[in-house]
């Protein structure tokens, strides 16, 4: 019988997002390094993060002591994509209201525009990212910069990421700061990071791939980014988003694959088969089988979990319904 492909085949390029990935705060995620540097002994390996507090040495240095081959170029951070658009925005050597951190300034600085804290420098554009130490003074500062509504100067953030997964729990991300500067100003950035295109180009661009492979934990940047770009993906269950969320997922934020943890990469992946019985359309993955009929999706068969939800993603997704129009079997998802 012939072997079902693996998510990695073919792939000349992963690209992987590092919270909720590789690491949760400090720890790496179990199984995540093996699996990574199993990868990296056949292809090209990036790191593309959302995370605009650090510098992407940084980052390069917690990716090597949690046991991983990794130099500062392999990483692509949203302040790198963040600073490309401001440089096609405004003229060089310009003066930028920085709000963030040490990853931000940067790369800010090393593009060779001068930063300041104060809109009272009258900048001529403001930069936006999130750093643990951001609070209500720089969100201020931009406020006052970008007063004018969308006549005033350009306002570039990084990312909008509404959370961070940290070893503590969920916390608040660069998308909830972001939201009480455009409360104050009334309008909206231009951004970077993912879900926009500008992070994914980025990282195509650095690494020449034509068949780049993204690893992500979260449906609403790390996959809908890829479905923009144009490239395949996977949801890892060991972040943000879990069997609920990947059930309920649009038809612009479904991934490719969809795996517990990167153990499965190099796996082969069970091909979703469906046929007509009766009223109802029966979706089998490996053993796990689940049934729609009209409104309703229960589990005819149980499987692995990990198949189960495979099988119960692809008879919703595939349905042409809304999961809110549908009854499905708590079964799917516990």
Request: a negative charge.
């Amino acid at each position: 019988m012939r072997r079902d492909p693996a998510p990695i085949d073919g792939v000349d390029v992963l690209l992987a997002d590092l919270d909720g990935v590789i690491y949760r705060g400090a720890d790496a995620i179990p199984h995540a390094v093996d699996s990574i540097n199993a990868a990296s002994a056949t292809r090209r390996v990036g790191y593309i993060t959302n995370n605009a507090s650090r510098t992407a040495a940084s980052v390069a240095q917690h990716l090597t002591e949690l046991g991983l081959r990794v130099l500062p170029d392999d990483v692509v951070t949203s302040p790198q994509a963040a600073v490309r658009l401001l440089a096609d925005t405004v003229p060089a050597g310009s003066k930028i209201l920085v709000v963030g951190g040490e990853g931000l300034t940067f790369e800010v600085e090393r593009a060779g525009f001068t930063v300041t804290r104060s809109a009272e420098d009258e900048p001529a554009a403001v930069i936006q990212g999130f750093a643990p130490e951001v609070g209500w003074t720089q969100l201020a500062e931009a406020a006052f910069a970008l007063q004018g509504g969308d006549d005033g100067i350009p306002w570039i953030a990084t990312n909008t990421d509404w959370t961070l997964p940290l070893a503590r729990g969920t916390a608040p991300g660069n998308g909830t700061l972001v939201s009480a500067v455009h409360t104050a100003v009334g309008r909206l950035p231009l951004v970077a990071g993912k879900p926009e295109v500008a992070i994914f180009e980025e990282a195509r661009l650095r690494f020449n791939a034509n068949a780049p492979l993204v690893l992500g934990d979260r449906l609403d940047t790390d996959i809908l980014g890829a479905n923009r770009a144009g490239m395949d993906s996977v949801l890892v269950l060991t972040g943000i988003d879990r069997a609920k969320q990947v059930l309920a997922a649009d038809k612009n934020s479904r991934p490719t694959f969809v795996l517990e943890d990167l153990r499965e990469l190099d796996k082969p992946y069970p091909r979703a088969a469906t046929k007509q019985r009766g009223s109802a359309v029966l979706t089998s993955v490996g053993k796990a089988v689940v049934s729609r009929a009209g409104n309703e999706v229960r589990l005819v068969r149980s499987g692995t979990r990990i198949d189960v939800l495979r099988a119960g993603a692809h008879a919703i997704w595939e349905s042409g319904l809304s999961i809110h129009a549908l009854r499905v079997d708590p079964a799917l998802y516990s």
